[in-house]
């Protein structure tokens, strides 16, 4: 939250008209994304973008409060649910103003190492097998998998919303505060391709706001450019087998 107020004090220093509003959302926690909406649909307002942009890397293994893995809790699951939950307020927001609603999950390059069997669709919170690296690569497929089952999904409903993925590019943030050493010493032999902030948020805004891109849904952006995705993450019928299984494991999480 300090983190967010700072932000929005910089927003309004750039243009004091601006309203920024900060509410709290914890993505690891199903109670949580509930009550974040909750408050927000309380607010009245229009929906017009959503940028599924939270997340944490290369965690050890840990259960949240729910009993799911981390990395698979708070980068995938917690934005499925949100995304949902949020999606009739941005229908009727897109309906209402005739503009357009677009949805953009980061996801990372990452998705192309992960196990396997892309998702352990089987074995979600084993700790046996368990690695910090695949199961952040695992979370970033479902990123993919997600927004493609969605726009999908929202293209079968003739809905005028879109739904895209971004690789955003390596940029030094206190995503990486679980392996902060190993990424410095490899900052000094690949240098030339990390990005500051503002280059690291150039493909999220273009996919966002870019008038070019309308229709344009079920895509993968690199470097402000639609990029092939690995097999894994075009594989539709992986797409909807973790629909379902998110699904029913936040059905679970919620009646326990």
């Not at 493609?148 to 993925?165: D, P, W």
């Not at 973790?242 to 936040?250: A, G, M, Q, R, V």
Request: aromatic share 8%.
């Amino acid at each position: 939250m300090e983190s967010a107020k700072e932000a929005k004090q910089i927003i309004l220093q750039d243009n004091e008209s601006a309203r920024v509003d900060i509410m709290k959302l914890d993505l690891c926690s199903v109670k949580s994304v509930r009550s974040f909406v909750e408050n927000f649909l309380a607010l009245d307002l229009p929906l017009n973008i959503l940028i599924n942009n939270a997340g944490v890397m290369f965690c050890p293994f840990q259960l949240t409060q729910d009993g799911i893995e981390m990395q698979f809790a708070t980068n995938h699951l917690g934005h499925f649910l949100l995304t949902n939950l949020l999606l009739e307020k941005m229908k009727q927001t897109a309906k209402a103003t005739g503009i357009e609603g677009r949805i953009i999950n980061l996801s990372s390059i990452a998705h192309t190492y992960t196990y396997e069997e892309g998702i352990r669709l089987d074995n979600i919170n084993d700790q046996i097998g368990y690695s910090d690296k695949k199961a952040y690569g695992q979370s970033k497929l479902a990123n993919i998998l997600h927004a493609n089952e969605l726009s999908r999904r929202l293209k079968e409903e003739g809905v005028n919303i879109t739904a895209n993925s971004v690789h955003p590019g390596v940029i030094m943030t206190p995503l990486m505060r679980h392996s902060s050493l190993l990424m410095n010493f490899l900052k000094m032999f690949t240098f030339y391709i990390w990005k500051n902030v503002p280059q690291g948020a150039a493909t999220t805004c273009y996919v966002a706001l870019h008038p070019s891109l309308k229709g344009v849904t079920g895509k993968y952006f690199l470097d402000c450019n639609e990029f092939q995705p690995s097999a894994f993450a075009s594989n539709g019928l992986l797409g909807r087998k973790l629909w379902d299984f998110s699904n029913k494991l936040i059905n679970s999480i919620s009646k326990s």
